[in-house]
């Protein structure tokens, strides 16, 4: 199964941009990189997906490396409800995948946002 | 309003007890997921259930039975076999097992003393 690597933790402040990172470096070409956030003592939540192309929606924006082995979470303007545990997770999309197609759960970054 | 819903919030049980953890959905969605959380680890898939009547053990079934009789409903036992069972227990649905996003309840938390 593919995987990924993120940073344990990462801490921000209030109002300013995120970066979160996270290496892939043995993708496939039908892998999907799926963002998503837990919130303390909450199920996860979907933040954001893509294949090649950057993606933006509502919540934040995803930047994905030409080669696809990294991409970045971008919260444009962190806030203190956005201090959760981020997950980078690639998923086989692809018409073959059958039960591969699970989301494989690595450990995340811990994002911590000051006042 | 839609969602998933996990109950209890919280479940203390003695050890050598059977437990059956509750998950419900009014989604409409096909696909339905049991993940077990432990602290500091990532989400680990328990079962996970296709269809209505169907289910796949997923990476640590083993002390685990689960049924998908209607639906909405995907409950989760789990059974005097399962040597640690202390842990967040979580549910999620997507609307078919190839869809891009999963939806997740709340968490059950039980504590086995």
Known sequence: DAKTTQPNSMESNEEEPVHLPCNHSTISGTDYIHWYRQLPSQGPEYVIHGLTSNVNNRMASLAIAEDRKSSTLILHRATLRDAAVYYCILRDQGPNAGNNRKLIWGLGTSLAVNP | DGGITQSPKYLFRKEGQNVTLSCEQNLNHDAMYWYRQD????????????????????????GYSVSREKKE????????????????????????????EAFFGQGTRLTVV
């Not at chain 2, 269809?51 to 997923?58: A, E, L, P, R, S």
């Not at chain 2, 842990?87 to 190839?98: D, K, N």
């Open chain 2, 73 to 100: 409903s995907f409950p989760l036992t789990v059974t005097s076999a399962q040597k640690n069972p202390t842990a967040f227990y979580l549910c999620a649905s997507s609307i078919g097992p190839a869809s891009i």
């Open chain 2, 39 to 62: 602290p500091g680890q990532g989400l680990r898939l328990i079962y996970y259930s296709q269809i209505v009547n169907d289910f796949q053990k997923g990476d640590i079934a083993e």
